[in-house]
Structures are given as C-alpha cells and as structure tokens.
C-alpha cells in the first residue's frame, strides 16, 4: 500500500507543467498554462494547468483533477499505477517497495545500467581492435551506420573484465553489479555477463537504460546462444518491457497503431522507415501485459509482424489467448518470402510495406490457417486429431464469450459437431505461454501411439473391446470404423463423437455408393459426370471410386474390387458394408437413383459449409465472394430438390 507521504513526496517531486508539455504545447497565461486538451479534439486552447494549487481543468470537455488524475487519463492507469509511474519517473522508491526489497536499491541498479550503455556505446564508436570493428562490421552490414548507432545508443561489449573494472572505478559494488545483471561471480572473481556481442539497449518508457540484449558476432557457435538477454531484476521485467515503447508510444496514441515485430533489428529498421510505432517482445512470448502497456496509448489495432517460420507461428499461436483481453483488434502480417521487416524494407523500401500493414488480417484467421496447414483433412480420422490440436490451441478461449463464434467456424471447417467441438476445447488443457506445445497425451497400454482403439461391435450389434488377437494390430492414421456412420441409435465411438451428423451420413452414403459400384459397375458409369462433381468427405473414397470406375466395361465384381484395393488397402472392409442394394422393395435402377441422389445431397451440403467458412473469413465483400454466394444459392436449390426426390421414394 502507498502511504500519504509517499503519495506527497511524489506530488512535490513532479514539475507538472514539464509533465503536461511532453505531450500538449502550453503557452503561459498569467500564472496559469494553456493549450488544447490532449483528452479530446479541439482546435481552441481550453486547457489549463496552474502550477501553484497543481490543478488542471479542461473547459471543453468539462475534465479536470490533479496530477495523479491527469497521468490516469494520460496513461490509461490505475490510480496506484499512476503513483508508481510518476514516483518511477522522479527516482523516488516507495515504502512499499523498500519493505519487499532485497539487495541493492533499483536506483543504483538503473545509474549502473546507464552508465554501462554509455561505456558499449563508446566501445562500438571508438574502440579498437578485431572486436569493435566486427561489431562496426555487423551493423554496417544491416544498413545501420553510425547515425543510427548513435541514435539508439548501440553498443560492443569487450569482455574480459573491463566493464566490470570502469564500473568499480565509478563506485558500484559488487551486488550492485550482479543484481543488475552485468556481472556475475565465477571462482570467487567478478567478471562481464556479456562478452564479444553487439549490445542493444533496452530503455524503459522513460527513456532510462533499464537492460539488455547482445547479439553473438559472426556466426553461431555450438553451446553459444545467439542472443542473450538480461534477466529479471528489480529494475527490469522482460514480461512487462517492450523494446522501443519509449519511442513508439507517442506515435502509437498518434496512429491508433502499434505494430509488434520479433527481434531488435527489426525494430530499429521500422523506425528508421519511418514506422515509428513499432515494438518488440524481449526474449519472451508476447504476454498479456505487453497488450496492456500498449493499450494505454488507446491504440484500436496492434498488428504483428511475426516471422513466417515456425518460431513465428508459435508466438502468433501464443497471443491468441489476448484476443478477449483487449478492445484493441489484433491483426498479423506475414512478408512475402519469409522475409523479416528488416530484409524486406532494405529489399522493397518503406512504400512497399504500408499497403502489406493496411491490409492485415485478423490473427485468428492467420493461426487458423496456418495450423490446420499442418493436417491432413482428407479424411474423418485425420480430422479427428486436427481437432485434438487445434483445441490445445483454443483452450485460453474455453471460457470467453468468443467460444462460440470460434468452435462454430472450427467445426464448420473440420465438419464436427459444434457442441462437441465445444467441449473438445473445454477439455483441453491451458499451456502457458512459455511452455512447449503440449505433446499429445500417450496411447493406452498395448494402443499404437497416436492412435485410438475403436471399439467393434458383434454380429448382434453390441459393443465390445477389441479382440485379444488385434490389440497389438497396426491402425491407420485415418481409421474410422464403420460403426462410427451407423444410424444415430448406434452411438459413436468417443473418439469420433465430435464428427457432426452430416458427417457421419455423407461417409456412410458414400459407402453405399462404393458398394453399389463394387456390385453393379457396368450401371453406375451412366453416372460418371454426377459421382465427378461430388465433393468427398474421404479422399480414399474418392480415390476408390475412380479406380472401381477407370476398369474397362464388363469387368467382373471381384475385378472391381481389386481395382479398388490397389489405391486403399481398406478396401474390402468398406466395400462390404452396403445395405441399400440388398432392399427387396425397389428396383436396381430406383436404388442407383436413391444412392447417387444421396451421395450427392451430402456432398451439396459439405460444399454449403466450406463456402460458409471461406465467407466469413473473406471480410470485406469482392468477385470472389459473390461467386461464393451464388454458387452457395445454386447449391441450396440443387439440395432442395434432391430431398424432395429422395423423400418421394421413402413415402412410396
């Protein structure tokens, strides 16, 4: 808790009018200091500060308060926060502070970062030897010249022990040097925490040296990381701390904008573009307070430029789990080629990009693709473990209003069951954002890993464990078993109960066509043009049947079905499971009727949802979204009338 004389001793401390005139442009009045309020849009100066009762009052917006209120509003903080900001900002420690502090205060800790930056920074500029001029060498090769070195203080550490030695010679202890982790004690000696790097400064929104990031010279080296990175201390949070916010954080509450990138190049390359708002995370996942410290500059987009690599789809995958916690939109771009900023604007210069940030996508769409990139959805099976991946990846969300939008477009897309995509999700475990994708759970004892035991049923229709005989059996990775598609009164296997009921119905009726083309092949090429235009809901399915269809006319069943069994090994299990030719009530040719007409209704259906799924993920309307809409009008019509068709037959 913040005592009243802390709360004093801060208000005293505080030049309110130099406060205000970081961001609003006062002219003095008298005793008073006026300018237009920086809380709402005016163009007459309504604004007023009075240093002596420490007051301010807007006259347009009817606000007003004392410096604690207007660093409230300014900042987007609590009014503890607010406190902390500006006691931070004075160098002043509070009670609460030095009652939990361990060690050296952080006010010497910050006075030793500075005082390192400054001695990097004169090593890089004018040190001598193979070292600094690697480091010269480096960032030349980058496009940063010394200009730009100056500008963001970038630096080379030498190693050995010297910043250690000019750091005592200024007076820091010890403790000082290691809580600030810039040295760090081995065989009872201190020496450098960095060595041979290129240092990067990390400064806090004050502009203060607060850490930093040094990049290993030349190339990377077995055992030698390639980037190391201060640790936590009493002045430093890589959790709370954006590289850069103290630069960009003027021109984000300008824009409405920050732009998030992954590496301190970057960054800097952004900015000498002229992307003045741009960030990076400091060797952490993207976490809920870096979304928090950008929001207080009221930006209603932060886009992320994420590297197109699989580090980078893991930190876009990580900041899904914010997408609930802000009012801010959060959108990502990947750059053509793989290219991080930094490659592509010395490639393609700053004009190229700005059409790329304008028109970035929402994240969800970009994980979403991204990740179902990585399966299979060719068939029911494949599907199955694409939701068990994809649930891990939407577990944050489980209990966000936004679960329903999502589980609905997961299902439509994977044809599942809403409901139980649902629950997939519920029953997914949460992953911090540091930790490793979680592996997928081990297989039962005597299971092939990463595959499930489907339950059998026997000739009476119950259902019971696999036969001892099949237990160590090998299971395709796209094994559905047939009871899975059964009628609704026979219930799914567990593993499978997420498939939705059009699923299941589109499967089985595919089956029964196979069956009918494996029993009447010469019948069903009168067809050929229909079972062409299906859209298949298993590509072994569609395999089969062009291969039952490719054998010459007049070929036997038994010649059919070999066919079939060259392109799916399965063949002969799914080729055996048709019901519909063996009814007595209707002829051959009205039950080829029936089964086509079927097959197809499904198909209609499945092709409906992938339109609905790419429509809702086009955003803006264009040609490819009408031709869409109206492929959709004419596939709803063509369902229409195949289930009046198919409903004609059932009531005869």
């Excluded at 361990?102 to 400054?118: H, I, V, Y």
């Excluded at 994980?367 to 990585?374: Q, S």
Aim: proline share 5%.
């Amino acid at each position: 808790m913040i005592s009243d004389e802390d709360k004093e001793r801060v208000r005293q401390a505080t030049d309110f009018v130099q406060l205000v005139s970081e961001t609003v442009e006062l002219r003095q009045r008298g005793q008073e200091f006026w300018g237009c309020c920086p809380f709402h849009g005016e163009k007459t100066p309504s604004f007023k500060v009075n240093p002596a009762t420490g007051l301010w009052h807007c006259f347009g917006c009817g606000e007003g308060g004392d410096v604690f209120s207007y660093v409230q509003r300014r900042e987007n903080l609590e009014f503890p926060d607010a406190i902390r900001y500006l006691a931070d900002r004075a160098g002043i420690e509070l009670a609460e502070e030095r009652g939990g502090q361990r060690g050296p205060r952080k006010t010497r800790l910050m006075e030793a970062l500075g005082e390192a930056e400054s001695y990097y920074h004169l090593m890089l500029m004018r040190g001598r030897g193979e070292g600094p001029d690697s480091a010269r060498r480096y960032l030349s090769g980058r496009g940063f010249g010394s200009d730009v070195c100056r500008r963001w203080g970038l630096g080379y550490a030498p190693g050995h022990g010297q910043l250690v030695a000019q750091l005592r010679a200024k007076g820091f202890s010890a403790a000082e040097l290691v809580s600030a982790d810039l040295a760090y004690e081995r065989s009872g000696r201190l020496t450098d925490r960095f060595y041979d790097r290129v240092m990067f400064p990390i400064h806090d929104e004050m502009g203060r040296a607060i850490a930093f990031g040094g990049r290993i010279l030349g190339a990377k080296r077995e055992g030698v990381a390639k980037y190391v990175n201060t640790r936590d201390t009493a002045a430093f949070n890589k959790g709370k701390h954006l590289f850069a916010y103290d630069r960009a954080k003027e021109s984000m509450a300008a824009t409405g904008e920050a732009i998030v990138c992954e590496g301190y190049t970057d960054v800097i390359a952004m900015h000498e573009a002229g992307f003045t708002n741009t960030v990076a995370a400091l060797g952490t996942a993207f976490r809920l307070d870096h979304v928090r410290l950008m929001e207080r500059q009221r930006v209603s987009k932060i886009i992320c430029m994420f590297d197109g690599d699989a580090a980078g789809q893991r930190a876009a995958e990580r900041a899904v789990r914010y997408i609930d916690k802000t009012s801010a939109a959060l959108l990502c771009v990947v750059l053509p080629d793989n290219q991080d900023p930094m490659e592509f604007l010395a490639a393609h210069g700053a004009p190229a990009l700005r059409p790329i940030l304008d028109s970035a996508r929402p994240l969800m769409d970009f994980v979403f693709e991204k990740r179902l990139a990585g399966h299979d959805l060719t068939s029911p099976g494949r599907r199955v473990r694409a939701l068990e991946d994809m649930a891990s990846l939407l577990a944050p969300l489980k209990r966000s209003v936004l679960l329903d939008e999502y589980a609905t477009r997961l299902a439509d897309t994977l044809g599942m069951d809403v409901d139980e995509t649902k629950r997939a999700i519920r029953e997914a475990k949460v992953v911090e954002p540091d930790d490793e994708r979680p592996v997928r759970r081990p297989a039962a004892q005597g299971q092939t890993p990463g595959r499930a035991a489907a339950p059998r049923r026997d000739a009476g229709g119950s259902s019971f464990s696999p036969a001892a005989e099949d237990d160590f059996a090998p299971v395709p990775d796209d094994y559905v078993p047939a009871e899975a598609y059964d009628a609704p009164a026979a219930a799914p296997a567990p593993a499978l109960r997420a498939l939705s009921a059009d699923e299941r119905m589109q499967v089985a009726a595919e089956r029964e066509l196979l069956s009918a083309l494996a029993q009447r092949p010469d019948a069903l090429r009168a067809y050929e043009d229909r079972i062409a235009g299906l859209s298949w809901a298993d590509a072994r399915h569609e395999a089969m049947a062009w291969a039952m269809l490719s054998t010459p006319e007049g070929s036997t069943p038994a010649e059919v079905v070999a066919a079939a069994t060259t392109v799916t090994p399965d063949a002969p299990a799914i080729l055996s499971g048709g019901r519909v030719m063996g009814e007595g009530e209707l002829t051959d040719a009205e039950k080829l009727d029936l089964i086509v007409d079927n097959a197809e209704l499904c198909s209609c259906r499945r092709r409906i949802r992938q339109i609905r799924v790419e429509l809702s993920a086009s955003g803006t309307p264009d040609d490819r979204s009408e031709s869409l809409f109206q492929e959709a009008t004419e596939l709803q019509r063509r369902v229409g009338e195949l289930s009046r068709r198919i409903s004609s037959v059932s009531t005869e």
